[in-house]
């Protein structure tokens, strides 16, 4: 028996190693080869690519005011945004952890969501005609490798006068890779998952009252803040303010809860559009 092991062992190290060879050559040959040969086997149509070498919306058209509202931290570089070939262009950074900064939450909470409230507050009197919102790195994950993963160069394609007319335009544009499916709307303080999800069906009740149904899985709502809106809309939403700045909510917590306001927008695009059309 003894004079045996020395043989098992080696043997079953191989299979072990060719099943994972076989494995790996499988995912690979599904993953890369085979689509690669179809693209250049198969007759096929190319995509319209962007021209990255210009800026492309309408130079003819009228300009709007816009506002960059910028969610930062005091570490953070923004100086990428002075180079925008944007007209008529107000940068607002603000800076959730420095109260010495022009522009600042009342408190460092919530994100990007108090910082994007807070600038609701300030300019409630005076909003431009177009508002954008984003974060501070110029090479966020959330903007799509069509658009170069570049928060700047999104931004030179973006047709002002398009998004006027649609009164709504999410930066985060693509069907794929938003927020997953994972937040539970009836999980409670007592039995969770996420930090967010023991707070999620009370700020839906706190926005669209106590008889509207709460959609059990939260996960429709496109991911994370980046996006423009049309100054009336804006002025509808300050009625949240007050709920992102609940201190009983984690940071982590707060920004997602800021995202219940997508449906907010949602709602309010509807109702536009059957008072308007």
């Not at 009197?125 to 170069?148: C, Q, R, Y």
Request: include cysteine.
């Amino acid at each position: 028996m003894m004079l045996q092991v020395p043989f098992i062992k080696p043997r079953l190290l191989k299979q072990i190693l060719y099943t994972t060879f076989a494995f790996a050559l499988i995912y690979f040959s599904f993953n890369n080869l085979i689509p690669a040969i179809r693209y250049n086997v198969l007759p096929h149509q190319h995509p319209v690519l962007l021209d990255h070498t210009r800026p492309q919306p309408n130079p003819n058209t009228t300009s709007p005011t816009v506002h960059l509202v910028i969610a930062s931290t005091a570490s953070d570089d923004t100086s990428w945004t002075s180079r925008l070939p944007i007209p008529n262009l107000t940068i607002l950074r603000y800076t959730s952890d420095d109260p010495s900064s022009p522009y600042h939450p009342p408190k460092p909470k919530a994100r990007e969501a108090l910082m994007y409230f807070t600038y609701l507050h300030d300019f409630y009197d005076s909003l431009p005609d177009i508002t954008l919102f984003i974060h501070a790195s110029e090479t966020p994950w959330h903007v799509e490798g069509t658009l170069l993963r570049n928060t700047s160069f999104a931004l030179s394609q973006l047709d002002l006068q398009q998004v006027l007319r649609r009164q709504y335009f999410n930066l985060r544009v693509t069907w794929r890779a938003g927020c997953p499916t994972w937040i539970d709307t009836r999980k409670t303080l007592a039995d969770f998952d996420k930090a967010e999800e023991p707070f999620m069906e009370e700020a839906w009740r706190a926005n669209f009252g106590e008889d509207d149904p709460v959609p059990a899985i939260d996960g429709e709502l496109e991911g994370y803040k980046e996006l423009w809106e049309e100054r009336e809309r804006l002025k509808e939403e300050m009625s949240f303010f007050h709920a992102v700045w609940d201190a009983r909510r984690a940071a982590a917590a707060k920004g997602r809860f800021g995202e219940v306001n997508d449906e907010i927008e949602r709602r309010l695009s509807m109702a536009w559009r059957r008072g308007y059309a």
